[in-house]
């Protein structure tokens, strides 16, 4: 069995999960945040800094590797392990979601999605088959199913004929899959923010029993009640013995309140997108290092924070640094975001051992929101 998840125990006070995630690459403890490393890079941090930041497992895309510098050369290095020097977790997005987000000119149909690169402008054709070829290739220990992650707002009618041909894609994916002993391949759920579509959507894909499932079409600019009463919906319909993934959620209060209703892994480029604009996060709420009011503040970023940027600089240097366009500005701070998030996961699930989640969640959002979440 490529993957498999071990439930730990449940939060009495919450429902949350702790569980176990068995891969090729290692165990690694859940829930989880994820960092992406798009281009088989978590940008600007060497594989020897996120393993000291305790990062366990992170994405790659499947997308941006076809297009450069090719599943072939990725294949020929002895895939994505040995070519990126990490020996660690690694899971790829199946590039469906990047066309529709990325692209420029694409067309889809039952058969894929044709669309110009938006590198060389040289058109292209992605189905679950080449998506599938193109993960097997790169090797990650996990791969994602190729399906379609609908707008939002999108009609029902529109969302409930993706999410079928989304069911079929699936189905395609299952049977091009060339190497399930060593990579597991999740299901996608979709259905936007229908809770019937939702439903629809989780039966046919358990019905073809994943080893894991991830929730899609979420935090697609939805108001974020309105993710949570979805979430709240679809994750009870799918199997407790199996893991469930959140894509593209990574905000501290999402984190929190994804794993209370039952996530065990989440990725988001967040916190390195904002920390290579100087925006921080810290216990006491988002820091924006760079403004002025830093220029003599010889504080570190994060006064209850352990990590190396915040034991060896302060927020002048940082701030100066961003300001002058130096790019070890950036490591520090994408450095101290990525270890903010992972260390609150940390906090998450010792809460969950202490069944306090709830009570964790409250005190944790009081300082981060300043009282007013
Ligand atoms: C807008 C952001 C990226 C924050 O979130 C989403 O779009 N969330 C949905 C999402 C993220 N990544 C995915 N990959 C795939 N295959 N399918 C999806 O639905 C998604
Ligand atoms: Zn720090």
């Excluded at 125990?9 to 702790?18: E, F, I, N, T």
């Excluded at 068995?22 to 403890?29: D, K, M, S, Y």
């Excluded at 923010?193 to 439903?199: A, G, K, Q, V």
């Excluded at 220029?295 to 034991?311: K, M, N, V």
Aim: proline share 5%; aromatic share 10%; net charge neutral.
């Amino acid at each position: 069995m490529a993957v498999r998840y071990e439930l730990i125990k449940v939060c009495k006070q919450s429902g949350a999960r702790l569980g176990r995630l068995h891969t090729p690459h290692g165990t690694f403890e859940t829930p989880m945040f994820m960092p992406v490393g798009t281009q088989a890079t978590v940008k600007t941090m060497s594989p020897e800094e996120l393993k000291e930041i305790g990062s366990g497992v992170i994405l790659a895309n499947t997308y941006h590797l076809y297009l450069r510098p090719g599943h072939e050369v990725v294949r020929e290095a002895g895939g994505l392990h040995r070519f990126m020097n990490w020996n660690r977790g690694i899971l790829t997005d199946s590039g469906g979601f990047q066309v529709f987000s990325l692209s420029t000119l694409r067309k889809i149909t039952e058969e894929g999605v044709s669309f110009r690169s938006h590198i060389s402008g040289e058109p292209l054709f992605l189905s679950p088959e080449k998506s599938i070829e193109v993960q097997n290739a790169l090797g990650a220990d996990i791969i994602m199913a190729f399906d379609e992650c609908p707008p939002f707002p999108a009609e029902r009618e529109y969302v409930r004929a993706s999410l079928e041909r989304t069911t079929r894609w699936a189905e395609r994916c299952l049977r091009a899959h060339r190497r399930p002993e060593d990579q597991a391949l999740f299901g996608i759920v979709q259905g936007g923010m229908y809770r019937d579509l939702r439903e629809q959507s989780a039966a046919q894909l358990v019905a073809m029993d994943f080893p894991g499932y991830a929730v899609g079409g979420l935090s697609v600019g939805e108001p974020k009640e309105l993710m949570y009463e979805i979430l709240s919906h679809t994750t009870p319909l799918l199997p407790a013995g199996k893991p469930r993934y959140l894509m593209g959620v990574g905000s501290p209060d999402a984190l929190i309140e994804g794993v209370i209703r039952g996530i065990d892994m989440f990725d988001c480029v967040l916190p390195t997108r904002i920390a290579r604009n100087g925006t921080t996060m810290t216990s006491q709420g988002r820091l924006v290092v760079r403004n002025a009011r830093y220029a003599r503040d010889f504080s570190p970023l994060d006064p209850e924070c352990d990590c190396y940027t915040c034991r060896h600089y302060t927020r002048a240097y940082i701030r100066h640094l961003i300001k002058a366009d130096e790019t070890f500005g950036l490591r520090l701070t994408t450095y101290h975001n990525l270890y903010f998030l992972t260390r609150l996961m940390e906090r998450v699930r010792e809460a969950i051992r202490e069944d306090r989640l709830l009570d964790f969640r409250d005190q944790f959002f009081a300082k981060y929101y300043g009282g007013d979440q």
